[in-house]
């Protein structure tokens, strides 16, 4: 999925910085004269607290991997990272953005190609919201004999349900969060929801389960034949955005539905994914639409050399990008080391990570050779914000404000 994690990109009043000041130097290049120009990347990065101890860094290269500017950081509080240079505005310029996790000594690592000068968001905003307690005591949930409803779901909810003495919900929601919940019994067709708008305070509530409203909005998903499927909805009630329902299939599933309100979300997301072997496909949509008949992407690729110094890739179908994810095998060290790359769409892809980590802030302890190809994959976006490439929509994170559709098409070394 697109990776996966697209966050919102706001655009200040200094629309993408083009970088195109009227400041410009002359220089020799392979006996022809480049203009240079003052090129400018700026990176936004949010306040998050977190339990978690972690640095982070970005930085600005070229194609030989030299660090034009960039710097380690923190969201301990909002800060600008400004990285201003003379450039050829007709030059490749690359990010290079990771994250280390001191308290598991990870390193998340990520290159970006072809990245133009302008504005970036490197995350949202986030804080521990308040939280309070939720109890729903449901009465009348069972059906004679019959088991208490087993198709129960629920949003922002941090905690679970129990059978003594009648159904009883106990949880946890973030302060001001909207609450859905729904229940299905086996004698009946569609399942039943209780719904809070807004949840400001402690909540303890006695409910009638022969009371409560249907759904009546079914979501039908048909998916090709395969050996593992998951199936994930996502609602969005204001900017608040919530996990409905996830569902695992280890032998395969040609099909799922469930009911649900349609009226209570302003917008709804399909998240399905599914694997033949080493070949996975993924498929996100974002907007109104319930039923989804799902076909394999009409891109493919082919790995024609595995080598992470000498990746290369030909590929066939109209798409939007790639993305190359490597991993550390020397089981010496004690640092987990995976490393991407996100690239603009081309019919053969070639990689070699040698120069966009030959300058990393701290020498890797281990060598680029002990890393291997993990995962391939290619995306089809119907809706890469504001003219940007993949990598550069990438950089900023899922966005999901907009009706749109991803796909993508991957090869995995794990089910080789």
Known sequence: MRLHLF?????????????????????????????????????????????????SGVFVIDDTGSILGGQEYDHTAEQTISVTFMGDPDARYHVNKYDRIEDYDEYH????????????????????????????????????????????VYTNFHGGYSVQNGLIVNGIVSNEEAFYISFKKANEEYPRYHFIESVTSDIEENIDYNELPFAYDVMNITIPENNHADFRFVGTIGTNTSMIRREYFTEG???????LSGSVFDRMRTDVSYRNGSRGYTYVYNGSTLNHDITIPDFDFNIDEYSVTNTKISTSGNYSGYLSHYYN????TTIDFDYWIVGKASEIIEIDVSPYLANFIEPLPFSINDMV???????????????????????????YENESLVETTSWYRAYE
């Open 7 to 55: 966050i919102i990109v706001l655009l200040g009043c200094v629309l993408f910085f083009q970088g195109c000041s009227k400041d410009s130097t002359i220089h020799q290049e392979d006996g022809e004269q480049v203009e240079q120009v003052l090129l400018t990347y700026e990176f936004i990065v949010p306040y998050i607290e977190s339990t978690i101890v972690s640095t």
């Open 109 to 152: 690592f990520g290159t970006y190609l072809d990245i133009s000068p302008g504005q970036y968001y490197l995350g949202e905003h986030s804080e521990f919201a308040e939280s309070h307690n939720v109890v729903l005591n449901i009465e009348n949930a069972a059906v004679g004999n019959d088991p208490i409803p087993n198709d129960i």
């Open 253 to 259: 599933a040609s099909s799922y539905s469930w009911g």
């Open 329 to 332: 095998l020397n089981y010496e």
């Open 373 to 399: 190809l993990n995962i391939v994959t290619l995306y089809k976006d119907s809706d890469i914000q504001s003219n940007q490439s993949l990598p550069e929509d990438l950089i900023n994170g899922p966005e």
